[in-house]
């Protein structure tokens, strides 16, 4: 068994599979992870939850239950229970307790046996509406205008795990009126929502999301919504169908808005079609949320002071920190998102159609948009992260803000600790010093009844 501590452990020899892992759905809902992975050892397996995008150990399962526990997965997964040597897919839609749960199941066969994993969805925020997705004042009202168009693209971007689907279903969620046909195609269908027509793409019945676009646009659709740009075919099917008088959104695994623009050239999207139908770029990714209970200010150094200073043009003495309290995790609660958020003009049109070099389309792009790493050092600055989050999400080089200063991310962590070091050597200092002036004072004017006690300092005679 491993050393680590455990969040949990469990009686296998005394409680029911069914009733154990009904407990670990039911506690890591709770704990808001948003996975669970049972990862397959020599001698056990190990559960792990993330929370707020980092993996912990959750409990170790002894080697004689592991398969009844995957077995009982798998069933409520409706997956294949015989079938151990390929990859499975599932879903479960379970209530356990208070809690609806909706999760996608994902096993895969390793050397040391089957890994599973569980994806819990939470769709509050998309149910909540834009307006609860962390949009700064500027990018909310460049999603509005995007809405407005009548036909385009309108395409999400960013890792898995970055809030892509969130984003989407709260736009459609925007879109979907009465007097609108909106069609999507998912895989899988991760939200139903009334009043909108989903497809499920089954690949081996020949429901691909290019076969299944050809449909789509004979069903007199407003608005399309495809669930991922993943081929050329798609791509190129997704563009002619908003050139023709659809409003089309999707999400793309992009970083940012050049990279978008260049990964769809190189989808062999012609370059006229794709300035001409190109509307919008939302790019974001999760970063940690500081606590509001215990987080606390600190003084910044040298290098954050520089950092904000090209980034934002600001000047700054303070900055926020984590702290830690027993309402988080190392001084984290949740995650916010941060956005870089492209509204497409005519002259970033023109320059699409005409090739333009890309150092010179950054330059175009980003001299009318906040970047991300804009965007995420505002929230930082507003005490919603800290600076140290930001940068392990973002490569500063990629925002243009690396100059003659050379801003790294090494150096940005080394800097951080070395100021959180020197923050602490400071109130030692300080605290010794308390301590050296009080003894100091008791030296100079001691109690006539203390002179000869043995617990008084010891001098000698002056004469």
């Known amino acids: 068994m491993g050393l680590t501590t455990m969040i949990r452990t469990f009686d296998f020899n005394k409680l029911p599979i069914v009733d154990i892992v009904n407990e670990i759905l039911y506690d890591a809902a709770?704990?808001?992870a948003s996975d669970i992975?049972?990862?397959?050892?020599?001698?056990?397996?190990?559960?792990?939850?993330?929370?707020?995008?980092?993996?912990q150990d959750y409990a170790e399962v002894p080697s004689d239950v592991e398969k009844n526990l995957i077995t009982r997965i798998k069933i409520i997964g409706g997956m294949n229970i015989t079938e151990s040597r390929l990859p499975q897919d599932g879903s479960i839609?379970?209530?356990?307790?208070?809690?609806?749960?909706?999760?996608?199941?994902?096993?895969?066969p390793t050397s040391l046996g089957e890994k599973v994993v569980i994806r819990i969805l939470d769709y509050s925020r998309s149910m909540s509406g834009?307006?609860?997705?962390?949009l700064s004042e500027e990018n909310y009202k460049k999603v509005l205008e995007m809405m407005q168009i009548p036909n385009g693209i309108i395409l999400v971007t960013g890792a898995t795990g970055s809030g892509k689907s969130t984003t989407v279903y709260s736009i459609l969620q925007r879109l979907n009126q009465p007097d609108t046909n909106i069609i999507?195609?998912?895989?899988?269908?991760?939200m139903e929502i009334e009043g909108v027509n989903q497809v499920q793409v089954n690949s081996e019945i020949g429901l691909t999301f290019a076969s299944a676009l050809r449909s789509i646009l004979r069903q007199d659709p407003n608005i399309i919504m495809i669930g991922e740009i993943r081929d050329t075919e798609t791509a190129q099917i997704a563009v002619r169908a908003s050139i023709t008088g659809h409003l089309v959104l999707s999400t793309i695994h992009t970083n940012n808005s050049l990279n978008t623009i260049e990964r769809l050239t190189d989808m062999g999207v012609e370059?006229?079609?794709?300035?001409?139908s190109l509307e919008g770029i939302i790019s974001q990714k999760l970063a940690r949320r500081l606590c509001p209970k215990c987080k606390k200010e600190r003084?910044?150094?040298d290098y954050e002071k520089e950092l904000i200073k090209k980034a934002l043009g600001k000047d700054i003495d303070q900055i926020w920190t984590a702290v830690g309290c027993d309402d988080?995790?190392?001084?984290?609660?949740?995650?916010?998102?941060?956005?870089?958020?492209?509204?497409?003009?005519?002259?970033?049109?023109?320059?699409?159609?005409?090739?333009m070099p890309k150092d010179e389309l950054r330059k175009l792009v980003y001299s009318r948009t906040q970047t991300l790493l804009q965007d995420g050092l505002e929230k930082a600055l507003s005490g919603e992260t800290t600076i140290e989050e930001i940068l392990k999400l973002i490569e500063l080089d990629v925002d243009d803000v690396k100059e003659e200063g050379e801003l790294s991310l090494k150096d940005s962590m080394e800097e951080s600790k070395i100021s959180k070091e020197n923050e602490k050597v400071a109130e030692i200092e300080n605290l010794k010093e308390q301590v050296i002036e009080s003894e100091e004072k008791k030296e100079m004017t001691p109690p006539l009844s203390n002179i000869s006690n043995e617990s008084s300092i010891s001098a000698e005679p002056l004469f």
């Not at 839609?93 to 895969?108: H, M």
């Not at 370059?271 to 001409?276: D, Q």
């Open 30 to 32: 709770k704990r808001r």
């Open 37 to 55: 992975h049972f990862d397959p050892r020599e001698k056990f397996t190990m559960i792990r939850i993330r929370v707020d995008g980092l993996l």
């Open 93 to 108: 839609k379970i209530k356990i307790r208070d809690i609806n749960l909706d999760l996608r199941v994902s096993s895969l």
């Open 130 to 134: 834009l307006e609860s997705l962390d």
């Open 184 to 190: 999507t195609v998912e895989d899988p269908v991760e």
């Open 271 to 276: 370059k006229y079609l794709l300035a001409s």
């Open 299 to 301: 003084k910044a150094n």
């Open 328 to 355: 988080c995790q190392n001084g984290y609660t949740g995650r916010i998102a941060i956005h870089e958020v492209l509204r497409v003009t005519q002259d970033i049109r023109d320059a699409i159609s005409d090739g």
